[in-house]
Nanobody, 123 residues
Framework: QVQLVESGGGLVQPGGSLRLSCAAS????????MGWFRQAPGKEREFVAA????????YYADSVKGRVTISRDNAKNTVYLQMNSLKPEDTAVYYC????????????????WGQGTQVTVSS
């Protein structure tokens, strides 16, 4: 098991940027695939991005590709989500998750989730 805590959310104007962080506890962070999901009011939780344990492989939803970059620092037990050119439709609670399996991360089947951080894009 790994405990996850997201931070970095807030209110930003359209076209702006935010960097979300997800800090993990546990000595085996570097073994985990990490992912980001988001959930807007009245909508299902949707996949945003994922990164392999080494950081060499990354995966993105089509809706954010080109605007979002996922990265990780295994020395700091932290995964990041850099979001640029934000749009009002990016407004959601953003969650990170972790699993040893990329398939479970992408399918939201991981048992390890943070509490979420709110991102609001509005003028």
């Amino acid at each position: 098991q790994v405990q996850l805590v997201e931070s970095g959310g807030g209110l930003v104007q359209p076209g702006g940027s935010l960097r979300l962080s997800c800090a993990a506890s546990g000595r085996t962070f570097s073994s985990y695939v990490m992912g980001w999901f988001r959930q807007a009011p009245g909508k299902e939780r949707e996949f945003v991005a994922a990164i392999s344990w080494s950081g060499r492989s990354t995966y993105y939803a089509d809706s954010v590709k080109g605007r979002v970059t996922i990265s990780r620092d295994n020395a700091k037990n932290t995964v990041y989500l850099q979001m640029n050119s934000l749009k009002p439709e990016d407004t959601a609670v953003y969650y990170c998750n972790a699993d040893l399996s990329i398939d479970k991360v992408r399918a939201a089947l991981s048992g390890n989730w943070g509490q979420g951080t709110q991102v609001t894009v509005s003028s």
